[in-house]
């Protein structure tokens, strides 16, 4: 049987790793995989999930199972911080946790699909991720262009696919640090987007993967709040890896908003009924962790201090690449207007590899950077790498 099997590709970003891992040179640069990393390279627990795990371990009395929708006090816990201050908007908000954002995104589509979505207009290019799990679905991806040429976001064409998107069509977007370009909606923009998701009756399937990592907590999530005011139901995949630091230990939340309390738990037995089918229950340990930090002042304020620095750090190499003016002909000045730990590159596939083979440097086929993998000690060889290559 299993001959009727034929191999599939890697996920490209994943591979990287192994490709970075297995190069030899001391000063090769991985600007591959989508991680933070401090000015030394290294990818640390954050001090605050440190704290928050020894307490769970003091204090864990059982690991008995919860159920598919995991762990409510990490999942109500977030709530404020991605939602404002009423969280639940009257009470027409709901959770429940998921084995990270991709499990958050997966129960999005699939719940979408069985409430007879058919089409996802995204725009493009986008995490690949959202296209292979559309796929596996069986949805069909209707893409639109996401930047203008000029670096700018393109409004048209996500104002074009709202309007124009039919009843059994929805509409996929980033709430903030886009994913690969780092190009985000400006406030105007979100206001435009809120309007015609409004006048249209479009569902909003929004993608929260970096909250925080853009320009803080609260202006991250002014775009997506602005369409969730607006319309009367969407729903929302959240990541805590990154701005968590948790990567590994998988930890998401799924969110509908719905037009009342009835509608909402119709939602979450259908979204029970499928995490059941998929992974019956998320894993406990790193939502637990955040419900502990959230729960304790604190090691809040130590959590939130640990993502200003990493902000701030990011800002900071943005700044020094667009300071560099120019690599050849590659015009750096728009990465530091751009948000997040990602921006494109525009580099051919065979700029990518030289970059690679001669250089060390590892970066994404799209072009697409890891500012993160960015330090002081490497900044000037990559700059010097990329006006070399593309000359
Ligand atoms: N959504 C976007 C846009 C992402 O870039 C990612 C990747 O990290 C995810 C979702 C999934 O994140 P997680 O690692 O929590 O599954
Ligand atoms: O885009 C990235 O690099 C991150 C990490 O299948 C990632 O979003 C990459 C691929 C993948 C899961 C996560």
């Known amino acids: 049987m299993l001959d009727r099997l034929s191999p599939q590709a890697p996920d490209a970003l994943l591979a990287l790793i192994r490709l970075h891992a297995a190069d030899p040179r001391e000063d090769k640069i991985d600007l591959g995989v989508g991680v933070y990393r401090t000015e030394t390279g290294a990818t640390p627990v954050f001090a605050a999930i440190k704290t928050a795990e020894q307490v769970l371990v003091d204090t864990q009395d059982s690991k008995s199972y919860l159920g598919p929708e995991g762990d409510m006090g990490f999942v109500n816990a977030l709530m404020p911080y991605i939602f404002g201050a009423d969280p639940t908007m009257g009470g027409r908000i709901s959770g429940m946790q998921t084995p990270g954002g991709t499990g958050a995104v997966r129960l999005a589509l699939a719940l979408a699909l069985k409430a007879g979505v058919k089409r996802v207009h995204m725009g493009v290019p986008s995490w690949p991720n959202h296209a292979q799990i559309l796929a596996d679905l069986g949805m069909e991806l209707a893409p639109f262009d996401h930047a203008?040429?000029?670096?700018?976001?393109?409004?048209?064409a996500?104002?074009?696919?709202?309007n124009g998107a039919s009843a059994?069509?929805?509409?996929?977007?980033?709430?903030?640090?886009h994913n690969p370009t780092g190009i985000d909606y400006t406030a105007e923009q979100w206001a435009a987007i809120a309007t015609a998701f409004a006048a249209s009756g479009t569902f909003p399937i929004i993608d929260s993967a970096y909250q925080g990592l853009g320009h803080g907590m609260e202006e991250d999530a002014a775009g997506m709040r602005a369409v969730l005011a607006a319309v009367p139901e969407a729903f929302i995949a959240y990541?805590?890896?990154?701005?968590?630091g948790q990567y590994r230990d998988r930890v998401g939340a799924f969110y509908v908003l719905a037009k009342e309390q009835g509608a909402l738990d119709t939602a979450f037995s259908n979204a029970n009924a499928l995490a059941?089918?998929?992974?019956?229950?998320p894993p406990d340990h790193g939502g637990a962790a955040v419900r502990i930090i959230l729960r304790d002042p604190d090691m809040t304020a130590q959590w939130l201090a640990e993502l200003d620095d990493m902000r701030a750090r990011m800002r900071g190499v943005r700044d020094a690449l667009a300071q560099a003016g120019t690599a050849g002909r590659i015009d750096l000045t728009p990465l530091a207007h751009q948000n997040g730990l990602f921006s494109m590159l525009p580099v051919t596939k065979d700029e990518v590899a030289t970059l690679r083979e001669e250089h060390g440097t590892y970066m994404a086929a799209s072009g697409r950077i890891n500012i993160a993998g960015l330090t002081p000690g490497n900044l000037p060889k990559f700059i010097a790498a990329l006006a070399a290559v593309a000359a």
């Open 148 to 156: 203008n040429p000029d670096g700018t976001a393109n409004l048209d």
């Open 158 to 162: 996500v104002l074009a696919a709202i």
């Open 168 to 177: 059994d069509e929805a509409v996929l977007l980033h709430a903030c640090c």
């Open 239 to 244: 990541s805590c890896d990154k701005n968590f």
């Open 276 to 281: 059941r089918a998929g992974w019956s229950m």
